[in-house]
């Protein structure tokens, strides 16, 4: 509670700038710190319009990750990483401190403000009723740590003990569990989760269960016939997320967020095994290259040729990537217990191919902390 209550409004973002990587669709900040080590980020862009986003806030005794991988545009996971963290500080004050409720109420306002957005907008911006996004958010304070995720981002733990760890429930009808979830939702709805041409979606449509947005498939009353495919009695998608809570230990090493760019290609122990066995310095930058070093083996091409590939057309070879590395050494030598007195951010880049560090300064989808 301490650590979330001294956020205020003067949070300043850190330009990244690539590393020394030649790519001009890749950013990443190689180490900064916060209160328990060291984090490291990088996001590589493919679609046209970047719709990952991402975000650390490291207080002098909390810290908050967000990868938020959004679908169908960019206005979803733009939305949540302006107001998603502030509400969790807002919860948090409000209830003393940060719990699995705070941060569920936290998702839970986030979609009802999103939606009331797409209610305001949707008749001069019908697209905007199709745009959703996955959230995966890490929050440690006070010793522990908390993992809420919608879709199919992931997070991993490496402590010296677990080779890997998955904090994070994948929310896709891939999975058999998941499909089974949304049917039981719908008993009375045989064709609620589809298979066409070998690939499970939700009617059809889209392979994640739970969301922020995707308002034809949550809004019966703003579903018309002109705007859905198919009648909609009752929400068929959720906002609600899965949560595990992990009480730090002295061994714990670090914990991965990752948007699905990187697990589609890295397997949980290959992403693990990276950060592992490597310096942590550009860290995040690693797993991002090894995820296109794969892609390149995959699609029997060179590392440079996908690197020469621009915006857009990139995205035939891999989706976008976003990943956070948060480094958990402070547990070890007791700097969970010497708090800072300083506040750092970091804000990844909305577009990396348009990128400039004098952006962020006045990047209007920043939280306002209060």
Sequence with gaps: MGGLRRWCCCCFGDGGGGGGDADGLVWDVALKTHALGDYSVAVAQANEQLEDQAQVLAAPKATLVGVYDG???????????????????????????????????????????FLGVVQDSWQSHPGIMSVGSCCLVGAVEDG???VANLGDSRAHRKNEVVVAERLSRDHNVADESVRREVASMHPDDARVVLNSHGVWRIKGIIQVSRSIGDAYLKRPDLCTKNLCPFPLR??????????????????????????????EQLSDEAAVAIVARGPRKGVAM?????????????????????????????RRFHDDITVVVLFLDGCNNGAANKPTSSLDSTYAPIDVYSFSPDQQLDDPTRPVLH
Aim: hydrophobic residues 40%; charged residues 30%.
């Design 144 to 146: 522990t740590l908390y």
């Design 71 to 113: 679908h169908g545009g960019t206005e979803a996971a733009r939305f949540v990483n302006a107001r998603l963290f502030s509400l969790i500080q807002e919860f948090a004050a409000e209830n003393g401190g940060l719990s699995a409720d705070v941060l569920t109420k936290a998702f839970g306002a986030t979609e009802e403000e």
């Design 234 to 263: 009752r929400p068929v998608m959720s906002a609600v997320p899965s949560i595990r809570t992990r009480r730090l230990r002295p061994g714990d090493r670090f914990v991965i967020f990752a948007s699905d760019g990187l697990w």
């Design 286 to 314: 690693r797993l991002v290259r090894a995820a296109q070093m794969e892609v390149a083996r995959k699609k029997e091409v060179k590392y440079e040729t996908i690197r020469a590939v621009e915006k857009g057309h990139r």
